[in-house]
């Protein structure tokens, strides 16, 4: 496959900086505008203001173009473009030792001088009951994932466990709220910074997730998280990220941008297709609650068995390069 132009790729890049700022408001303001790259400020009081993100340089995209760079240069040059970003590690069930596994890539990452980025995905009943331990089988999990932590951190806090909540009785609706609230003062008390995740702007209404945010303890952590694993653009997720923040009293957020950059297509959320890229990773987002854009789910991972995709989690590289190419 070819890789897009370097002139494309540009384009495209200043493009999705100037609808971010149209988004944030900032066009005309003298942070963006359309004759030069913009320059973003960070979220006044973020607490990820200075901060460096850590790449993976053994995540899956940088193998691939590693193992790519000799048969197929180009391909491997364009995914470079996601193996050179910081990608969140993601901690299940799974895991091999959690603790020890969590620990070596906060080892790793201080050795760049940068902050990993993790996101948890190990609720009891997760998936509407399709995965996950027991309450106290969760509890002893995220202590021991905080106990491999080490100076700062970032912690995504359970994808889709919050909005997914509706399919659970009463009973184990509540009980999960209480997880992801002691889960919040663990992770708090091993000086990670937390966001619990908030959905997007397809599933629940920004005043019903604020109150379910409220119950599982916002009040604590550092904010929210919208549209992981999903495609929403981000005029789509500031909206309804600033609508949420009013139900929360003012809470910050972050953004999941790894595969947003064509803004999906209506509700369809499994391996949407004739997606891009979105805008890299960053602290410096130009709006007073956005704290950063990030890529929590990697992209080119699949979301399951549909579009032709492999079983979830998987790594799909030519869909991976099809979200370079169309950026």
Not at 112 to 132: E, L
Not at 296 to 324: F, H, I, M, R
């Amino acid at each position: 496959m070819r890789a897009p132009s370097t002139r494309s790729r540009v384009g495209a890049g200043c493009r999705a900086h100037l609808l971010l700022c149209a988004a944030a408001g900032l066009l005309g303001a003298g942070a963006c505008t359309s004759s030069s790259a913009p320059t973003l400020i960070p979220a006044p009081g973020s607490p990820l203001v200075g901060m460096r993100l850590f790449v993976d340089p053994q995540s899956k995209a940088a193998t691939q173009a590693a193992q790519w760079r000799a048969s197929r240069p180009a391909d491997a040059a364009a995914m470079d473009q996601i193996g050179s970003q910081p990608i969140a590690s993601w901690m299940t069930s799974s895991t091999p030792d959690v603790r020890a596994s969590v620990a070596a890539i906060v080892t790793r990452a201080q050795a760049q001088g940068a902050v990993p980025v993790f996101a948890t995905y190990n609720i009891p009943q997760r998936d509407c009951g399709s995965a996950g331990g027991t309450a106290d089988s969760y509890r002893s999990w995220i202590r021991a994932f905080a106990s491999g932590l080490s100076g700062s951190s970032v912690v995504i806090l359970e994808p889709d466990a919050i909005a997914q909540a509706d399919c659970l009785s009463p009973a184990a609706r509540s009980t999960r709220y209480g997880l992801m609230a002691d889960a919040v003062q663990v992770l708090k008390a091993a000086n990670a910074i937390v966001y619990l995740d908030g959905g997007n702007a397809r599933w629940l209404a920004p005043e019903d997730m604020g109150q379910r945010l409220t119950q599982s303890g916002i009040a604590q952590a550092d904010g929210f998280a919208v549209n992981v694993a999903h495609y929403l653009d981000n005029a789509t997720n500031i909206a309804y990220g600033e609508a949420v923040s009013r139900a929360t009293g003012g809470k910050h957020f972050v953004i999941d941008t790894g595969r947003n950059g064509r803004g999906g297509s209506g509700t369809e959320w499994c391996n949407v297709p004739g997606q891009a890229l979105g805008v890299n990773p960053s602290v410096n987002t130009g709006h007073p609650l956005v704290d950063a854009f990030l890529w929590v789910k990697q992209p080119g991972e699949s979301d399951g068995t549909c579009n032709g995709g492999p079983p979830p989690g998987n790594w799909w590289p030519e869909y991976a390069l099809g979200l370079v190419q169309r950026r």
